[in-house]
Nanobody, 122 residues
Framework: VQLQASGGGLVQAGGFLSLSCAASERTFGSYAVGWFRQAPGKEREFVGYIRWSGSSAIYADSVKGRFTISRDIAKNTVYLQMNSLKPEDTAIYYC????????????????WGQGTQLTVSS
């Protein structure tokens, strides 16, 4: 499956932004979709994921309570709603998909979008 992330931009601390991850395949239902982020000089970090067939999502502790992942089946799109943004949220955000075992380890995810930049100013 091909993924395209979009929606990044420049936001002030305390602000909000929503990212989108659109999938190329209509049969997105067998995948889980995850969000990861990578700041300059740091490893790619797990943000959260959602099973396409379910409504619940799993989050990293660093974003829990501030970020929400949701999906629109009709649009074949997964969203990452980010609230109460902090400068440390600044990173390139990637969406990923897998039909395999769900993991917080980036190497377990098989399909990746190109990434979208989020910059949070203080």
């Amino acid at each position: 499956v091909q993924l395209q992330a979009s929606g990044g931009g420049l936001v002030q601390a305390g602000g909000f932004l929503s990212l989108s991850c659109a999938a190329s395949e209509r049969t997105f239902g067998s995948y889980a979709v995850g969000w990861f982020r990578q700041a300059p000089g740091k490893e790619r970090e797990f943000v959260g994921y959602i099973r396409w067939s379910g409504s619940s999502a799993i989050y990293a502790d660093s974003v829990k309570g501030r970020f929400t992942i949701s999906r629109d089946i009709a649009k074949n799109t997964v969203y990452l709603q980010m609230n109460s943004l902090k400068p440390e949220d600044t990173a390139i955000y990637y969406c990923a998909a897998t039909t395999g075992t769900l993991s917080r380890y980036a190497g377990s995810w098989t399909s990746w979008g190109q990434g979208t930049q989020l910059t949070v100013s203080s």
